[in-house]
């Protein structure tokens, strides 16, 4: 079923749920899909693995592009992959609107973001636990969302890493003291609780997979993240 969800832009200081897919049932995405846009969900992220950047195998444009022609929400594809620049077109041409890219991964990342844009997507910068603020500093007037992994990436159902929330705090505070419109986005062991502590620490979206999909009803999961 094509469920028309109206897509209204959302500013950073929206806050904003996006379901991850990979918690979804696989054997019916197109459904699951429209499950998570009658729940409230604002945008649908989208996690693609490579097995190589993360010791993990999800999906390739060909989800993508399913989830884009079964339903009508936003999708925040997340590439954790090792070469972004080269599978790049592929995502766009899938019908992602945001594009994340990792500033761990081997490419030119100005140049990334810039093909991106180019593409009629919004881009993304991703970050990993480990990986210090300073990293993207360099980048945060070329992009539209900066992501804060809050979990090492790779897998679903890991727990929420707290030590991330003072880097969330220092992202807010670097992009209010550069006049910039960023999203702060958290990844990671999101539900009620930690979802709180991300929304006081200054991040406005919200992706969660297991606390989404697997709860015994997924709108008032999602109501409940939203209001936390």
């Known amino acids: 079923m094509f469920l028309i969800k109206p897509v209204i832009p959302k500013t950073f200081r929206d806050r904003v749920i996006a379901p991850s897919l990979l918690a979804a049932d696989f054997s019916c995405i197109e459904e699951e899909v429209s499950r998570a846009i ?59 609107d945001m594009i994340s890219v990792h500033i761990e991964a081997q490419h030119d990342v100005a140049e990334t973001l810039r093909r991106i844009r180019e593409g009629g997507c919004e881009a993304g910068l991703a970050l990993n636990p ?23 990436p790779g897998f679903g159902g890991q727990a929420f890493m707290p030590e991330v929330l003072e880097k969330i705090t220092a992202a807010k505070l670097l992009r209010d003291s550069k006049g910039l419109s960023f999203h702060i986005e958290v990844d990671g062991g999101i539900d009620v609780a930690s979802a709180a502590r991300c929304y006081t620490a200054g991040a406005n979206v919200m992706v969660a997979g297991s606390s989404t999909f697997r709860a015994p009803d997924m709108a008032v999961a999602i109501a409940e993240i939203r209001n936390a």
């Open 130 to 152: 480990g990986t210090p603020l300073s990293a993207v500093e360099p980048y945060l007037d070329q992009i539209d969302l900066l992501l804060c992994m809050t979990v090492v």
């Open 38 to 96: 009658h729940s409230g969900a604002d945008w649908m992220h989208l996690d693609v693995m490579d097995g190589h950047f993360v010791d993990n195998i999800s999906f390739g444009p060909a989800v993508v592009q399913t989830v884009h022609e079964s339903n009508d929400i936003y999708l925040d594809v997340h590439l954790m992959i090792s070469r972004p620049d080269h599978y790049l077109q592929r995502f766009i041409a899938a019908g992602s």
